[in-house]
């Protein structure tokens, strides 16, 4: 089966820049993650949702980072503005339900200068 | 934000000994699982045990979980240079779950 997709793969940006990363999850998984991973660290959930719905945003910095999940299927990941301390590997993950093994995707890897 | 503690942070063993990680919690769980992170495949999840499981296996890996104690314990036997990575454990608590998330891991080295 097709795995998780993400792009870009690679961006860089200057920082008060916008900038969105897209992930098409694996077919039929209900349940889509976006994480950040700072280098050195485990991957922090961002916002979780189950089919279109979120599920989980608490760890969502709001005031600048946005996300949706189109039709249950695909999702997109927004920040603007960008700042230095956002430079990190966003990785996209989808599981069948909740609790189940997470499918990751390649992540995206994001430069703020 | 609900999440494991991995230990130790860093293990370095030579080729064909055996890895033993540890990730401990602090909250009741429904399953808790295992994920491995290298530069070449990325996050791949290994292997899931449910609260009522007390051990599991999948090739050359044995997980243990220990309820009472809130832990669990990943084994690698026979270790490869491919296993050098870093692994993480994650908590699923049931439908009321937030923050779920990862710990820091344990970065594994084996060195051929």
């Known amino acids: 089966e097709a795995g998780v997709a993400q792009s870009p793969r690679y961006k860089i940006i200057e920082k008060r820049q916008s900038v969105a990363f897209w992930c098409n999850p694996i077919s039929g998984h209900a349940t889509l993650y976006w994480y950040q991973q700072i280098l050195g660290q485990g991957p922090k959930l961002l916002i979780q949702?189950?089919?279109?719905?979120?599920?989980?945003d608490s760890q969502l910095p709001k005031d600048r980072f946005s996300a949706e999940r189109l039709k249950g299927v695909d999702s997109t990941l927004k920040i603007q503005p960008a700042k230095l301390e956002d430079s990190a590997v966003y990785l996209c993950a989808s599981s069948l339900n909740r609790g189940n093994e997470q499918y990751f995707g390649p992540g995206t890897r994001l430069t703020v200068t | 934000s609900q999440q494991g503690e991995e230990d130790p942070q860093a293990l370095s063993i030579q080729e064909g000994e055996n890895a033993t990680m540890n990730c401990s919690y602090k909250?009741?769980?429904?399953?808790l699982q295992w994920y491995r992170q290298n530069s070449g495949r990325g996050l791949v999840h290994l292997i899931l045990i449910r609260s009522n499981e007390r051990e599991k296996h999948s090739g050359r890996l044995r997980v243990t979980l220990d309820t009472s104690k809130k832990s669990s314990s990943l084994l690698i036997t026979a270790s490869r240079a491919a296993d050098t990575a870093s692994y993480f454990c994650y908590l699923y608590s049931g439908a009321g779950s937030y923050q779920l998330t990862f710990g820091k891991g344990t970065k594994l080295s084996v060195i051929p």
């Open positions: 909250t009741s769980i429904n399953n």
């Open positions: 949702f189950q089919n279109n719905g979120v599920v989980d």
